[in-house]
């Protein structure tokens, strides 16, 4: 069976509810992500620094920034 890629496991996470956006306070973004064994992380991007951030252990984009990049888009002014 092929391993599930990174974006189709952000697609899952989002179809099962696993992400909760917690708060959009100008250029900052705030989320929780439950991961697939039940660990809840946090993450955030902020536009000022031009940087995503997850706090699990994934060495480069995870699954759970993969989600909120899914469903994050910013305005142009």
């Known amino acids: 069976m092929p391993r599930e890629s990174?974006?189709?496991k952000g697609l899952r996470y989002i179809r099962e509810r696993r992400l909760t956006v917690e708060r959009v306070d100008g250029?900052?973004?705030v989320a929780r992500c439950r991961g697939g064994s039940g660990e809840e992380y946090a993450m955030r991007f902020d536009v000022g620094a031009a940087r995503w951030f997850c706090?699990?252990?994934a060495?480069?984009?995870c699954?759970?920034?993969t989600a909120l990049q899914m469903v994050t888009t910013r305005r142009r002014r």
Request: hydrophobic share 35%; aromatic share 0%; with cysteine.
């Open 6 to 8: 990174v974006e189709d």
């Open 27 to 29: 250029d900052l973004v």
């Open 55 to 57: 706090d699990c252990p």
């Open 59 to 61: 060495r480069g984009t």
């Open 63 to 65: 699954a759970h920034l």
